[in-house]
């Protein structure tokens, strides 16, 4: 009989497997890769493309055409774009990032061959419609209005073109951006960016060879490349200069904190030890900031810190919102975290638990073959392959109290950073 009294025996994390991908290439120049999961009757089909910028950049079209995509073809209306989807039950989605935007359909394997022809026109045939291009326009400005008078959407803004300044990971939309979009520019991307040679498909569930064979009539055999490929160069930073900016609103109750710098992206081999020192400074609901600023000194409900990997950067950033007395609190209680991170070795047993969480994050995130697709993708994109998830493990096991206060000592300097409150700075 199992005695209850007694705590389950622990094991560490050793192994994590990885499901690699089936690699096809169609003569059309997409590239596919699958994901076998011959149990899992959802099919997940994301097609994903290289965002295409031209000088001056200006991310904001492709959020717009990313958007409108399935307004409409020459064929279809919005409206039957989006009824032909429901009526089999699946759902068409579109996605964009600073790097690539994407569509994706999820659908189950018996209806794909009724939603493919649909998926196929949205790729090929968008119209980019007048009525429903104005109001895109109109409700995004509605929005920009109410979120520019929420201070972390604002103090969220200004860290971006503070870090990145006009490039696309700088430019935020304004009233203005929004007005001047046109159908004729967006189609002209469309045409860039939309086409096989400039896309890659990765496709999950139960893909047999008869799945296989529908997707290759309607995404080799009948989608021709439009245009030129054009591969965007690196987008120039100016140098980075670290400044405190304030922007005092006399009304407000909470001030919205945001501060970080410019970092490495995944392709630096010290990524992974990087992300290991931001989880125990900020990066779970048990770090030093968490226990600190929320749960000793209750200044905030939450607190974070984070790594973001782009293509061409990457960026540490920490950020909450906190009573108007507390800001100038807040920001010494961050500093002097950092401080303590850098001067002294964490305890051993806080490295095992953040180890622990960290192994234990990462084998909960694989729960179905589409997670698995996932994480090939958040690699593949950087030039890298399932490899890097070998050595990620591997770092965080091998990480030691000395570690961490070398690599904490790398990353945190206080008076390097951006600093942004808006709110009120008591």
């Given at each position: 009989?199992?005695?209850?009294?007694?705590?389950?025996?622990?094991?560490?994390?050793?192994?994590?497997?990885?499901?690699?991908?089936?690699?096809?290439?169609?003569?059309?120049?997409?590239?596919?890769?699958?994901?076998?999961?011959?149990?899992?009757?959802?099919?997940?089909?994301?097609?994903?493309?290289?965002?295409?910028?031209?000088?001056?950049?200006?991310?904001?079209?492709?959020?717009?055409?990313?958007?409108?995509?399935?307004?409409?073809?020459?064929?279809?209306?919005?409206?039957?774009?989006?009824?032909?989807?429901?009526?089999?039950?699946?759902?068409?989605?579109?996605?964009?990032?600073?790097?690539?935007?994407?569509?994706?359909?999820?659908?189950?394997?018996?209806?794909?061959?009724?939603?493919l022809p649909v998926v196929h026109d949205v790729l090929n045939?968008?119209?980019?419609?007048?009525?429903?291009?104005?109001?895109?326009?109109?409700?995004?400005?509605?929005?920009?209005?109410?979120?520019?008078?929420?201070?972390?959407?604002?103090?969220?803004?200004?860290?971006?073109?503070?870090?990145?300044?006009?490039?696309?990971?700088?430019?935020?939309?304004?009233?203005?951006?929004?007005?001047?979009?046109?159908?004729?520019?967006?189609?002209?991307?469309?045409?860039?960016?939309?086409?096989?040679?400039?896309?890659?498909?990765?496709?999950?569930?139960?893909?047999?060879?008869?799945?296989?064979?529908?997707?290759?009539?309607?995404?080799?055999?009948?989608?021709?490349?439009?245009?030129?490929?054009?591969?965007?160069?690196?987008?120039?930073?100016?140098?980075?200069?670290?400044?405190?900016?304030?922007?005092?609103?006399?009304?407000?109750?909470?001030?919205?904190?945001?501060?970080?710098?410019?970092?490495?992206?995944?392709?630096?081999?010290?990524?992974?030890?990087?992300?290991?020192?931001?989880?125990?400074?900020?990066?779970?609901?048990?770090?030093?900031?968490?226990?600190?600023?929320?749960?000793?000194?209750?200044?905030?409900?939450?607190?974070?810190?984070?790594?973001?990997?782009?293509?061409?950067?990457?960026?540490?950033?920490?950020?909450?919102?906190?009573?108007?007395?507390?800001?100038?609190?807040?920001?010494?209680?961050?500093?002097?975290?950092?401080?303590?991170?850098?001067?002294?070795?964490?305890?051993?047993?806080?490295?095992?638990?953040?180890?622990?969480?960290?192994?234990?994050?990462?084998?909960?995130?694989?729960?179905?073959?589409?997670?698995?697709?996932?994480?090939?993708?958040?690699?593949?994109?950087?030039?890298?392959?399932?490899?890097?998830?070998?050595?990620?493990?591997?770092?965080?096991?091998?990480?030691t109290a000395e570690t961490v206060q070398h690599f904490a000592s790398k990353l945190f300097d206080y008076d390097?950073?951006?600093?942004?409150?808006?709110?009120?700075?008591?």
């Amino acid at each position: 009989m199992l005695n209850r009294t007694d705590s389950p025996a622990r094991h560490s994390i050793q192994h994590i497997s990885l499901i690699a991908p089936e690699q096809i290439d169609f003569e059309n120049g997409l590239k596919v890769f699958v994901f076998h999961a011959p149990e899992q009757e959802l099919i997940k089909a994301e097609f994903v493309f290289q965002n295409v910028f031209t000088e001056p950049e200006n991310p904001i079209v492709h959020t717009c055409l990313s958007h409108m995509m399935k307004e409409g073809t020459t064929t279809r209306t919005s409206a039957q774009i989006a009824e032909e989807i429901d009526f089999y039950g699946g759902y068409l989605m579109p996605e964009y990032s600073f790097d690539q935007s994407s569509l994706t359909l999820y659908t189950l394997q018996k209806h794909l061959s009724a939603v493919l022809p649909v998926v196929h026109d949205v790729l090929n045939n968008a119209t980019i419609p007048e009525v429903e291009l104005q109001t895109y326009i109109r409700n995004n400005k509605q929005t920009l209005q109410i979120s520019l008078q929420k201070n972390d959407y604002v103090a969220r803004r200004l860290f971006y073109n503070k870090l990145y300044s006009d490039t696309r990971y700088g430019i935020t939309p304004t009233l203005a951006s929004y007005e001047a979009l046109n159908s004729a520019s967006l189609l002209a991307l469309y045409k860039k960016q939309i086409q096989p040679q400039n896309c890659t498909l990765f496709l999950s569930g139960n893909i047999t060879p008869h799945v296989l064979r529908e997707v290759q009539v309607f995404f080799d055999q009948q989608w021709s490349n439009k245009d030129d490929l054009i591969i965007s160069s690196a987008p120039h930073f100016q140098e980075f200069v670290p400044q405190m900016i304030v922007e005092e609103r006399p009304e407000a109750l909470q001030s919205a904190i945001r501060i970080g710098t410019r970092s490495v992206n995944r392709q630096d081999a010290d990524y992974p030890a990087l992300q290991f020192v931001n989880t125990l400074f900020g990066g779970y609901f048990g770090s030093r900031l968490m226990r600190n600023i929320r749960e000793d000194k209750g200044y905030t409900y939450s607190i974070g810190s984070a790594f973001a990997s782009l293509k061409h950067s990457g960026f540490f950033t920490i950020a909450t919102e906190v009573g108007v007395a507390s800001t100038k609190a807040t920001l010494l209680e961050i500093e002097k975290e950092m401080n303590i991170l850098r001067e002294s070795k964490p305890s051993e047993q806080e490295v095992d638990l953040v180890k622990n969480y960290m192994l234990g994050a990462m084998l909960g995130s694989l729960e179905s073959i589409f997670s698995h697709a996932d994480k090939f993708k958040s690699v593949y994109f950087y030039g890298m392959n399932l490899d890097y998830f070998a050595r990620y493990n591997q770092t965080i096991q091998e990480m030691t109290a000395e570690t961490v206060q070398h690599f904490a000592s790398k990353l945190f300097d206080y008076d390097t950073l951006l600093k942004i409150v808006v709110g009120k700075m008591n």
